[in-house]
């Protein structure tokens, strides 16, 4: 398997890929934990719910932009910042 190239990582990222690269990690999953785990995920992809937000033309602008810079949607944009914010890891100041 080809391994990914990544820049601009921090020292603890950087150790990391350089394990992986040396093959150091390996999947101590079991194909039953495997299918458990996908089964999860399928259930929380699947309890998205449609909001629809008002926001101003400047803000909805800056927005799609940092989407763009990101290579996400504006909408996966937004749902992050949402996500960031309702578990306290994004504060107001």
């Given amino acids: 398997m080809e391994k990914p190239i990544m820049t ?3 020292q603890e990222e950087q150790e990391i890929l350089t394990s992986y690269n040396n093959d150091e990690w390996s999947s101590v999953a079991t194909p039953e934990r495997i299918a458990e785990l996908q089964s999860y995920a399928k259930a929380t992809l699947n309890q998205k719910k449609i ?4 926001l101003s ?4 602008e800056v927005i799609q ?7 996400i ?3 996966t944009l ?3 910042i949402l996500h960031e914010y309702v578990t306290s890891n994004l ?3």
Avoid at 51 to 54: A, G, H, L, S
Avoid at 57 to 60: E, P, Q
């Fill in 8 to 10: 601009n990582l921090n």
């Fill in 57 to 60: 033309s400047f803000d909805l």
């Fill in 78 to 80: 937004i749902s992050d």
């Fill in 73 to 75: 949607s504006d909408q």
């Fill in 65 to 71: 932009a940092q989407a763009k810079e990101k290579g």
């Fill in 51 to 54: 909001v629809t937000v008002q």
């Fill in 91 to 93: 504060v107001r100041n």
